[in-house]
Structure formats: C-alpha cells, structure tokens
C-alpha cells in the first residue's frame, strides 16, 4: 500500500455561519489513516472555528469540535501531524463537512478557508 495526501477546501465568506460541503474520495482508497485541518488564516480558524465531519455517513468528529484540537503547528514533525484514524474504512468515500464561523474579539472576520487534508492508503501503482 502507498500513501496519499487528498485536500478538500470549505470556503468561509460570512461571519457566524455554517459552511457545508460533501467530497468524495477516489475508489483506489482502501483506507483513511488520518486527518488534519490547515487554512489560509489559521488565526481565524484557531478562535472562530468548529465543525463536524461524516465520513461514509459515520460521525468522525462530533458537531462542535473545536478546530483548534485538530490543527497542528511546525514544531510537529510531518509524520506526527495527522489526527490517527486507525485506517478507517472509507466505505462509499463521501465526506461531509460542516465547517462554522464564531464570533471572537481576538479574532475580526474576513473570508478565509478552511481546509481538511485527509491521508489515505492505497493499493500500490494507484498513486
């Protein structure tokens, strides 16, 4: 098996809203390995930011999971960033994000994006 990196970016254009958005896997994924949130305005992210992930229609992260506990900084080696997922089986490889905005003093809005890396495995020659 190879591994994979896939990205799936939830756009954020209103302040204290709720962002949805449904992806889908390639079927040469045989599993899901880990997880990982990254933005272009991770400052935005850390403070305003909550959301909830399905994957195959399972809750992988429950509704109002706060995205700092799934974001990771540059002193985490690269093999250590990834929320382990125990090569979750991808199932029918839909993923579902609800990704919302909170208001936060710290933090004044502006658009930004939310990003969800997924590693997955795949059967080798597939990648």
């Given at each position: 098996?190879?591994?994979?990196?896939?990205?799936?970016?939830?756009?954020?254009?209103?302040?204290?809203?709720?962002?949805?958005?449904?992806?889908?896997?390639?079927?040469?994924?045989?599993?899901?390995?880990?997880?990982v949130?990254?933005?272009?305005?991770?400052?935005?992210?850390f403070?305003?930011?909550?959301?909830?992930?399905?994957?195959?229609?399972?809750?992988?992260?429950?509704?109002n999971?706060?995205?700092?506990?799934?974001?990771?900084?540059?002193?985490?080696?690269?093999?250590?960033?990834?929320?382990?997922?125990?090569?979750?089986?991808?199932?029918?490889?839909?993923?579902?994000?609800?990704?919302?905005?909170?208001?936060?003093?710290?933090?004044?809005?502006v658009?930004?994006?939310?990003?969800?890396?997924?590693?997955?495995?795949?059967?080798?020659?597939?990648?």
């Amino acid at each position: 098996m190879g591994t994979i990196r896939k990205r799936f970016d939830v756009d954020v254009l209103e302040a204290g809203k709720t962002a949805s958005k449904k992806f889908e896997l390639d079927k040469t994924v045989k599993t899901i390995s880990g997880i990982v949130l990254t933005s272009d305005r991770e400052d935005l992210m850390f403070f305003r930011g909550e959301q909830k992930i399905d994957i195959n229609g399972k809750e992988i992260i429950a509704e109002n999971y706060e995205s700092k506990l799934l974001m990771t900084s540059l002193n985490v080696p690269i093999n250590n960033k990834y929320m382990d997922l125990k090569n979750l089986d991808p199932g029918n490889g839909i993923i579902s994000v609800s990704y919302t905005d909170h208001n936060h003093v710290l933090a004044p809005f502006v658009p930004y994006r939310m990003t969800l890396n997924v590693q997955c495995e795949v059967e080798d020659g597939q990648n």
